[in-house]
């Protein structure tokens, strides 16, 4: 079992940091073709769509202060917490005013929580990141991001299938492949190794392929309401990843739409639940 100094890594919790970032059309073009849209969803002018924030704000960090998994080496922002792999676990967002392509924004980040939990698989630490978006000094968008830290891999670290939330009133089937992560990768400068160095993946971290991002999948679902719904419009969103989805399977993307909310989730191509979201709807 890896020591960890709970204590040490709580004293973490308050810590802040401020980016500022152009919210310029590259990135939403770039987004826009990797969904295959035939042309961009938002134009300089227009409201950036809910969850595209993830493509700004990005840490541009030297090879040099990158660790072995991709990732910033720990200790920076976050805690230098000492358990080998982390994910992006989920996330709560309220969008509380337009977002525009072509804005000056400002992300505001904190440290809120550090806390530990022993899972079947060994220990568990929990960071979550709250972060505030300001335009114009005007909040945004309000998003509090968990990030998990686990043990390295074991032959029970995949979590018992889970059947879908609902019946669902619509379904979208996709593959993920290399390209898509790649091109969300490059788009969200994410350099995790489990997302493109299959070796490294599989060898390393124990998973059986290339993972798919999280925020990716989120994206994803999302994505399907509004294909479903193109004029909703979404005051609030929040997901849980529930097992890693891999490349090359079928992702089974599902919804119910129910007046004023919408639940949605992803399965695996076994069936299983991949992630939970839900969406508050105006």
Known sequence: MTHLDISALEAWVGRQESREDVISPGPAAGLSATLDYGSPRARVG???PPLWHWLYFLP??????????GHARRGGFLPPVTLPRRMWAGSRIRFESPLRVGDQARRDSTIASVSHKQGSAGDLVFITVRHRIYCNDKLAIEEEQDIVY????????????????EEAQWTRQIAPDPVLLFRYSALTFNSHRIHYDR???????GYPDLVVQGPLTATL?????????????????RFRGVRPL??????????RRN??????WALDGGGALAMKADARLL
């Not at 070796?199 to 971290?205: F, L, P, Q």
């Not at 679902?221 to 609030?236: C, F, H, K, T």
């Not at 891999?246 to 919804?255: W, Y």
């Open 46 to 48: 227009e409201p950036l």
């Open 60 to 69: 541009a960090l030297p090879a040099s202060e990158l660790g072995e998994d």
């Open 150 to 165: 686990r043990e390295a891999a074991t032959g029970n670290s995949v979590p018992k299938p889970k059947p879908a939330p």
């Open 199 to 205: 070796d490294y993946a599989t060898k390393v971290e």
């Open 221 to 237: 679902l999302l994505d399907s309401l509004y294909r479903e719904w193109p004029d909703a419009q979404v005051e609030g969103f």
């Open 246 to 255: 891999l490349e090359g399977r079928p992702l089974l993307l599902q919804g």
């Open 259 to 264: 007046d004023r909310s919408a639940t949605l």
